[in-house]
């Protein structure tokens, strides 16, 4: 792997950072958010800004309408991107459309994606992703699938409870995974103002980063056309791997935008705050969470970098990009809790975005697979490996 970029990368990189910078952590303030996310409002005035700056969407194939990046160009820019918590909602990156729209890209049908991915990429809809449930359902467990799909005529009858959905709340339409009667999982599509979908209510959650929060969803004698499935009936979970080992990874760019910013914050706090008569950044204990901070950023990029160029070789990377999230997730959340300790008051208070990255980030370890269900599926395959060789 060559780690130089290319000329027209470093330019892309320079144009989003500079983007972000100016026109949108100035928003970060603006009242357009509450404890689910940003507004629709703001999110389309975003989305505007990035199309006039002709960086909207980037990771989706110019055929319908984006730059069609790399998996390692996206690291790049999804990591610039992510240095606002606004900044992956104004280049419509963000979870979990950005997910959708890579899935839909390769296995839709041509009427589905004029139908649902061209608008949802120019930025004018958005989406979810229904597949999590309550106990017993499935959760970090996907075997334990309860919602069912049962055959009527030419349609699906789709019956089940769905928790946890981020951007629920004002999407436009859903991938819903449910268990057809011979107990395979299939994926379907449908428009969420068809009767029988119902928000039942929306999560309070830690982060309030993502635009509709997350949702409680009622599925209710919900008529879907056998035309509005995904794919192929019963490849419901290997349509999730095609979308998981990018959708994982994507957030740990995301994420690492974020780490870097709480960094540079903690950074320029230390070189300024005085305490025992020499500035902060002088004391080793400081100087040493700095160190670390450094290290655990720069290991995070690497595994992502790497685990992108493996994908763009044409690789699945299902345990490259488990061990990527479990690496990120853990070191870019050591980055921001020791930032938090760094600043000290300004840490824990809303006076730096630091505490507001902290709140943020912490269900990183969590969703798209805890770390521990990671390590689990990552330690099978390594023995499996083993006693094949």
């Known amino acids: 792997m060559n780690f130089e970029l290319p000329p027209e990368l470093l330019e892309l990189q320079a144009k989003t950072r500079s983007f972000i910078a100016e026109q949108v952590i100035p928003l970060e303030n603006d009242e357009r958010q509450n404890s689910h996310g940003p507004s629709e409002a703001l999110r389309r005035e975003l989305v505007e800004r990035a199309r006039v700056a002709g960086l909207l ?11 069609g990046l790399s998996h390692v160009a996206k690291a790049v820019v999804f990591e610039e991107a992510g240095y606002s918590w606004l900044g992956p909602t104004a280049l419509n990156i963000h979870a979990p459309d950005e997910g959708n729209m890579h899935l839909m890209e390769a296995v839709a049908s041509a009427a589905q994606k004029e139908r649902w991915l061209r608008p949802q990429a120019a930025g004018q809809t958005r989406s979810c992703f229904a597949m999590t449930e309550p106990s017993p359902g499935s959760g970090s467990d996907p075997s334990m699938l309860a919602t069912t799909a049962v055959r009527d005529g030419e349609d699906y009858v789709i019956n089940g409870t769905k928790w946890f959905i981020t951007g629920a709340e004002d999407a436009h339409y859903a991938i819903v995974m449910a268990k057809m009667e011979d107990g395979a999982a299939t994926m379907f599509l449908t428009d969420m103002d068809r009767d029988g979908i119902v928000l039942a209510r929306n999560m309070d959650a830690m982060d309030r980063c993502f635009t509709g929060g997350h ?81 655990d950023l720069q290991t ?56 507001r990255i902290f709140t943020d980030m912490r269900a990183f370890r969590i969703y798209d697979g805890p770390s521990e269900v990671h390590r689990w599926s990552m330690a099978r395959k390594i023995v499996r490996a083993a006693q094949a060789s």
Not at 58 to 67: A, E, F, N, T, Y
Request: one cysteine or more; hydrophobic letters at 40%.
């Open 57 to 67: 969407t980037p990771h989706v194939s110019r055929d319908m309408g984006g730059l």
């Open 215 to 295: 949702g409680v969803l009622r599925f209710t004698d919900v008529r879907v056309p056998a035309t509005d499935i995904l794919g192929e009936p019963g490849k419901g979970f290997r349509y999730a791997q095609v979308r998981l080992a990018p959708a994982r990874l994507t957030h740990c760019m995301r994420w690492l935008g974020q780490a870097r910013r709480a960094h540079d914050l903690a950074v320029d706090y230390a070189r300024r705050r005085e305490a025992f008569g020499k500035p902060l950044a002088e004391h080793e204990g400081v100087g040493f969470m700095l160190a670390d901070n450094d290290m």
């Open 300 to 355: 995070s990029r690497l595994h992502i970098w790497h685990t992108a160029w493996l994908l763009d070789q044409g690789q699945k990377c299902n345990f490259e990009s488990s061990r990527a999230k479990v690496v990120c997730s853990e070191a870019q959340w050591r980055v921001v809790d020791r930032c938090v300790q760094i600043l000290g008051g300004q840490g824990v208070t809303a006076e730096t975005p630091v505490m």
